[in-house]
């Protein structure tokens, strides 16, 4: 019975380290050059790439399906109505026209990443 128990226990174990990895492995990997502007503009305080952190995961916001103007548009003029549910974005009109691209770019290229 004793080891019966262990067994099962050992079982248990290995399924969820298993999950874990799989979890990591699943992990949308930010380019470095996009990760710079990204920690730069403080967009990693509110967003993560694959998991809803104070505002939507990058993924979500990619299955939107907005066009890369309407989410520079978005990071300077944000609507929350969009996103009901959560708290308000504060507009980013620091961040030049042409970072702002280059991140709605990346973020549509996660239109078929998981979230």
Not at 23 to 28: L, N, V, Y
Not at 49 to 77: C, F, S, W
Not at 84 to 92: A, D, I, K, L, V
Request: charged share 20%; aromatic share 8%; hydrophobic share 45%.
């Amino acid at each position: 019975m004793r080891t019966k128990i262990i067994v099962n226990l050992i079982v248990i174990f290995l399924s969820f380290t298993a999950e874990q990895v799989l979890a990591q492995q699943k992990q949308i990997k930010i380019p470095e050059d996009i990760s710079k502007l990204l920690q730069q503009y403080a967009c990693l305080a509110c967003h993560k790439a694959d998991a809803r952190v104070v505002g939507p995961a990058y993924v979500d916001v990619a299955k939107k399906k907005y066009t890369n103007a309407q989410i520079v548009e978005l990071i300077y003029k944000p609507k929350p109505s969009n996103w009901p549910g959560y708290p308000p974005m504060f507009p980013m009109k620091n961040v030049p026209e042409k970072d702002a691209l280059k991140i709605a770019a990346w973020i549509n290229s996660l239109a078929n990443k998981r979230s």
